[in-house]
T-cell receptor, first 111, second 113 residues
Framework: QKEVEQNSGPLSVPEGAIASLNCTYS??????FFWYRQYSGKSPELIMFIYSNGDKEDGRFTAQLNKASQYVSLLIRDSQPSDSATYLC???????????FGSGTRLLVRP | DADVTQTPRNRITKTGKRIMLECSQTKGHDRMYWYRQDPGLGLRLIYYSFDVKDINKGEISDGYSVSRQAQAKFSLSLESAIPNQTALYFCATAGGEGHYGYTFGSGTRLTVV
């Protein structure tokens, strides 16, 4: 069974701090990695994707991938209360393009 | 209009009833997916389709069936609903943007009583 693991949280950080969200995956053949943000009762929204080892930055968000250690992380700089949501890590493992999702980490940014 | 539209948004049905959830998209994507989301369990794949003639089971297909009526339409049916099918259901599409990340519909909250 291919698995994607995330700490359920909540991860609580003060406004303006860096939030660090982590995800590990079991399948070494995993090809692509995605971070989604989901507000309560809403649908997931894609915020980052990464294919290659290293860092990828987009505004306040940085995705980090380490295939050797099988983990992917998401850093949110200058966290805002509006960033409070559940963050889902997703992994594509084969050519079918289906994604396997972690159960999500709830982030709470305190004003 | 939303790129991926799901109907209904909310539905309460009785045990044993047949119910259909519908999904349509205007993104022109070839790949479409149905997931259910339960608290603490994340998103789990029910069925997926690459085109009208290509339907595949996901990890939790028992008790569900699907129909890809056209490239833009993908319906999920519960043949005889049971209470543990109470969940939030999402349709998603992929393709075209290169990264093949999903675009989700707004979801259907289904309650089986």
């Amino acid at each position: 069974q291919k698995e994607v693991e995330q700490n359920s949280g909540p991860l609580s950080v003060p406004e303006g701090a860096i939030a660090s969200l982590n995800c590990t995956y079991s399948d070494r053949g995993s090809q692509s990695f995605f971070w989604y943000r989901q507000y309560s009762g809403k649908s997931p929204e894609l915020i980052m994707f990464i294919y290659s080892n290293g860092d990828k930055e987009d505004g306040r968000f940085t995705a980090q991938l380490n295939k050797a250690s099988q983990y992917v992380s998401l850093l949110i700089r200058d966290s805002q209360p509006s960033d409070s949501a559940t963050y889902l890590c997703a992994v594509r493992v084969d050519s079918s393009y289906k994604l396997i999702f972690g159960s999500g980490t709830r982030l709470l940014v305190r004003p | 209009d939303a790129d991926v539209t799901q109907t209904p948004r909310n539905r309460i049905t009785k045990t044993g009833k047949r119910i259909m959830l519908e999904c349509s998209q205007t993104k022109g994507h070839d790949r479409m997916y149905w997931y259910r989301q339960d608290p603490g369990l994340g998103l789990r794949l029910i069925y997926y389709s690459f085109d009208v003639k290509d339907i595949n089971k996901g990890e939790i297909s028992d008790g569900y069936s699907v129909s890809r009526q056209a490239q833009a339409k993908f319906s999920l049916s519960l043949e005889s609903a049971i209470p543990n099918q109470t969940a939030l259901y999402f349709c998603a599409t992929a393709g075209g943007e290169g990264h093949y990340g999903y675009t989700f519909g707004s979801g259907t909250r289904l309650t089986v009583v």
